[in-house]
């Protein structure tokens, strides 16, 4: 509570010009005819899907002292398509990396950018969730088979669970409500569990337990006792999908964004099961998008003054320190597609 993933010897048969576009023509049909059955039995999909477009990370010849924030958006003038990229805190150059996702994020350590995509196959919509070796650049499918598209999705300390959103009422009134989302966990073996209606999911540092965010606050659910509890209380049930948060690696603190009211809430974790925390301070800023860096020092964020342009969209990506609440804009993003901007983790090494 608060305090405040042709034999020899023989002769070639001669055909006549009619007689070999007929056997053309048949060559093409029957052809047709099995690409139309192995698409049908989604044997397809399966091949176009088992690897990304480019399977290298570690080629990126890119260093910081201070880390990358990882992104995910798409520019207008079609130069690129809904990628990955890493924006380098250091001195704010962005970098694209070719990885299409929903969404990615790191491991604890770095080591791992965990990604989550789909696909359509005849009978539905099914996601599954990739791990990329930073160190190998090996590739490896945690998870498949996923019903829906996973978003917002989170890697346990332990890399053996990742939990994720599905979105459950498509209704685009009430798509924004934490309710209209479900979370769920899945394992390296496959199996997934719906285990609350909520957003945002955010692993303890012991990978026991998850924090999200509800209709009414902030729950914490205990995966070996399937409990659910409110440890942060909102009024009137007022939560909202804007209302993102994000956990240092570390479990030490907890950023909050209300960007409807104009404030990022900083709170100092002093335990978890039940999560325990005390807020810190309450900043008057309209932030959406808050990534903390890895020890919880500092808050990266899309800044308020994103518009929109004939160009597209433009962004400010900011970074505040969380000790004197000092904020430093560190790179500016102009003609994307807002409606593809995601910024899902702080990564140290690449």
Same mark, same amino acid.
């Given at each position: 509570m608060f305090d405040i993933e042709t034999p020899v010897g023989e002769k070639a048969p001669v055909y006549k010009p009619h007689h070999l576009l007929t056997a053309l023509a048949w060559i093409l049909v029957i052809a047709l005819c099995a690409c139309f059955y192995v698409y049908q039995a989604g044997y397809l999909n399966n091949i176009f899907s088992t690897s990304p477009t480019n399977t290298s990370i570690k080629a990126i010849s890119v260093s910081s002292n201070a880390g990358f924030l990882l992104t995910n958006f798409s520019y207008l003038n079609g130069a690129d398509h809904e990628h990955a990229h890493i924006i380098n805190v250091g001195d704010g150059t962005i970098t694209p990396i070719s990885i299409t996702s929903l969404g990615h994020?790191?491991?604890p350590d770095g080591r791992y950018i965990v990604s989550a995509d789909s696909f359509a196959q005849p009978s539905g919509t099914f996601g599954r969730i990739l791990m990329y070796d930073t160190a190998t650049t090996?590739?490896?499918? =945690?998870?498949?088979?996923?019903?829906?598209?996973?978003?917002?999705?989170?890697?346990?300390?332990?890399?053996?669970?990742?939990?994720?959103?599905?979105?459950?009422?498509?209704?685009?009134?009430?798509?924004?409500?934490?309710?209209s989302w479900t979370v769920s966990v899945i394992s390296k073996s496959g199996i997934a569990r719906a285990i609350a209606h909520g957003l945002y999911p955010h692993w303890s540092p012991d990978s026991k337990s998850i924090l999200y965010l509800g209709d009414d606050g902030l729950h914490e659910y205990t995966l070996a006792s399937s409990t659910d509890s409110v440890v942060f209380k909102l009024p009137n049930k007022n939560a909202s999908k804007a209302m993102m948060l994000d956990v240092s690696k570390n479990g030490s603190v907890l950023a909050w964004t209300d960007p409807l009211h104009a404030q990022l809430m900083i709170a100092r974790i002093t335990s978890w099961h039940p999560l325990t925390a005390s807020v810190e301070k309450i900043i008057p800023l309209t932030a959406l998008l808050p990534i903390l860096s890895p020890d919880g020092s500092q808050v990266a964020f899309e800044g308020q003054s994103s518009t929109s342009t004939a160009a597209g969209a433009s962004a400010d990506i900011s970074l505040l320190?969380?000790?004197?609440?000092?904020?430093?804009?560190?790179?500016?993003?102009?003609?994307?597609?807002?409606?593809? =901007?995601?910024?899902?983790?702080?990564?140290?090494?690449?």
């Open positions: 994020t790191a491991s090996k590739i490896t499918t =945690f998870a498949k088979d996923i019903v829906g598209n996973p978003q917002f999705i989170h890697i346990s300390g332990d890399l053996n669970q990742v939990a994720y959103n599905t979105l459950t009422n498509t209704t685009t009134l009430l798509r924004s409500t934490p309710s320190n969380v000790a004197t609440s000092k904020i430093t804009t560190i790179t500016h993003i102009l003609g994307f597609n807002q409606n593809t =901007f995601d910024m899902s983790d702080w990564v140290e090494h690449l």
